[in-house]
């Protein structure tokens, strides 16, 4: 679990985040949703330990990220799995040296043991037949399934994963948005979502985060949000005509 406690980041003058408090428990999806400069790459940064807010605390599973000694800091980072915007393959190594490179560089592992594990996640993600391919030689979708191959390679506590459907059709968003949830689920693993994908928070929102201008505007589940009547929420989620139509059926439905 993390909890987040009234953080403050800013930027010189500019003050992004404005004191936002929340928690994203174990086994579930957390996304955090916002307009563009709302302050979400920021706040995950902070989670990540790239930015260290001026104010207020993180902490993951009850201890305090900023009273942490270097060598705690150290071995958090390894509980943590990335699933970068875009995949962030290494283009000149294969599926399985990109699957294999945080067990190089962060355990003392044995070939076979490091084949075992490379096996085992590639399998996990559906992956079987692609391990002596480049990542120029597969398609975003796979691109996708071993940039999560990598994030859980190492076991991790937390999952981090910012725009993970960016560049894929809808249908292959929809699989993916599974896998994440599965894994999730499967491993007990707390997963930080940064999206703008609204099939995403329909789908998999076990909890949303709602930020504007620096400052938690709301937070819920996928159900709730379809009930809300918080402007500033259906206003931002329900942008279109269309959207707006099906909600208010889903409501009169209901009713
Ligand atoms: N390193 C930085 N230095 C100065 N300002 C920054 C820095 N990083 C982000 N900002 C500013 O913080 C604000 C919030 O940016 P952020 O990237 O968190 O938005 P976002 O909600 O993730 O947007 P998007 O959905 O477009 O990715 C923006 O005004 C941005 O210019």
């Known amino acids: 679990m993390i909890e987040v406690n009234d953080i403050h980041k800013s930027f010189g003058d500019t003050h992004i985040l404005k004191g936002v408090t ?28 790239l930015f260290t807010p001026e104010q207020g605390s993180i902490s993951y599973d009850g201890k ?31 599926v399985e040296g990109n699957v294999k490179f945080p067990l190089e560089m962060f355990t003392k592992q044995s070939q076979s043991e490091m084949q075992d594990r490379a096996d085992f996640v590639l399998k996990r993600v559906n992956l079987v037949d692609a391990h ?10 796979m691109q996708k399934r071993v940039a999560i191959a ?31 949830q599965e894994i999730t689920e499967e491993y007990d693993i707390t997963t930080v979502i940064n999206t703008h994908d609204m099939n995403s928070v329909m789908e998999i929102g076990k909890k949303i985060l709602f930020l504007k201008d620096g400052l938690k505007a709301w937070e819920g589940t996928n159900k709730e949000i379809f009930k809300t009547e918080n402007e500033t929420v259906t206003d931002f989620v329900y942008s279109s005509d269309l959207f707006k139509k099906v909600r208010q059926m889903y409501i009169e439905e209901r009713n």
Request: charged share 20%.
């Open 132 to 141: 002596h391919k480049y990542p120029s030689e597969i398609s975003g979708g």
């Open 22 to 49: 929340t928690s994203f428990s174990k086994g579930k999806t957390n996304l955090i949703i916002g307009q563009s400069g709302s302050g979400k790459t920021v706040f995950l940064k902070c989670l990540l330990g």
């Open 150 to 180: 990598r994030a859980i390679v190492m076991n991790p506590k937390y999952l981090f994963c910012d725009e993970p459907n960016s560049g894929l059709d809808p249908k292959t968003a929809i699989v993916i948005d599974n896998l994440i």
């Open 64 to 94: 305090i990220y900023s009273e942490m000694t270097d060598e705690e800091k150290r071995n958090l980072r390894q509980e943590i799995g990335m699933v970068f915007q875009g995949s962030a393959l290494f283009d000149s190594m294969t």
